[in-house]
T-cell receptor, first 115, second 111 residues
Framework: GAVVSQHPSRVICKSGTSVKIECRSLDFQATTMFWYRQFPKQSLMLMATSNEGSKATYEQGVEKDKFLINHASLTLSTLTVTSAHPEDSSFYIC???????????FGDGTRLSIL | TQLLEQSPQFLSIQEGENLTVYCNSSSVFSSLQWYRQEPGEGPVLLVTVVTGGEVKKLKRLTFQFGDARKDSSLHITAAQPGDTGLYLCAGTITAGNKLTFGGGTRVLVKP
């Protein structure tokens, strides 16, 4: 149980393109989803927390207009990297939780490469 | 400065040796988790500790939570090449499940 699916697993696109990443909880309802970014050989850095039906809460230094998060249902959250540039290239990981005191279950990540 | 400091950052050992990874903070954590992550994949939860002084064992892995709930350690006995990976500690400070991750320890077990 508690499977989180992320799609796509890898995307390569040109600078200026907007890229959407999906995070789905397959067998539970995720009231909260988290989005992380991980640079090579570094740890996970939390970007934002999203609760179903409300606006995401962004961590300090993360541009909300650059990284658009939508959590319209209890099983799906999306992260859109708008007008992506090479410096946005990274490994993006989502996690989902069924409640505020429940563990996070992680997806397998999306490798984003901007040329 | 990270809220959770992990040490060492990198560890290379021979198969059969033991290793210990440390996770330290000046803050008190309500719970602390250890993950292992392989390249190109998401982190996989190994254990959650919540009680000060708690010790949990998972086959050759032993996890300890400090009495004051500010530090934790992961000890691997007789390491195998399959133990190679990035080990991450992560904790929750307040009520809720927002995680703060340590910087990670990259472990390489050579056959």
């Amino acid at each position: 149980g508690a499977v989180v699916s992320q799609h796509p697993s890898r995307v390569i696109c040109k600078s200026g393109t907007s890229v959407k990443i999906e995070c789905r909880s397959l067998d539970f309802q995720a009231t909260t989803m988290f989005w992380y970014r991980q640079f090579p050989k570094q740890s996970l850095m939390l970007m934002a927390t999203s609760n179903e039906g409300s606006k995401a809460t962004y961590e300090q230094g993360v541009e909300k207009d650059k990284f658009l998060i939508n959590h319209a249902s209890l099983t799906l959250s999306t992260l859109t990297v708008t007008s992506a540039h090479p410096e946005d290239s990274s490994f993006y990981i989502c996690s989902a939780s069924s409640g505020s005191n429940q563990p996070q279950h992680f997806g397998d990540g999306t490798r984003l490469s901007i040329l | 400065t990270q809220l959770l400091e992990q040490s060492p950052q990198f560890l290379s050992i021979q198969e059969g040796e033991n290793l210990t990874v440390y996770c330290n903070s000046s803050s008190v954590f309500s719970s602390l988790q250890w993950y292992r992550q392989e390249p190109g994949e998401g982190p996989v939860l190994l254990v959650t500790v919540v009680t000060g002084g708690e010790v949990k064992k998972l086959k050759r892995l032993t996890f300890q939570f400090g009495d004051a709930r500010k530090d934790s350690s992961l000890h691997i006995t007789a390491a195998q090449p399959g133990d190679t990976g990035l080990y991450l500690c992560a904790g929750t400070i307040t009520a809720g499940n927002k995680l703060t991750f340590g910087g990670g320890t990259r472990v390489l077990v050579k056959p």
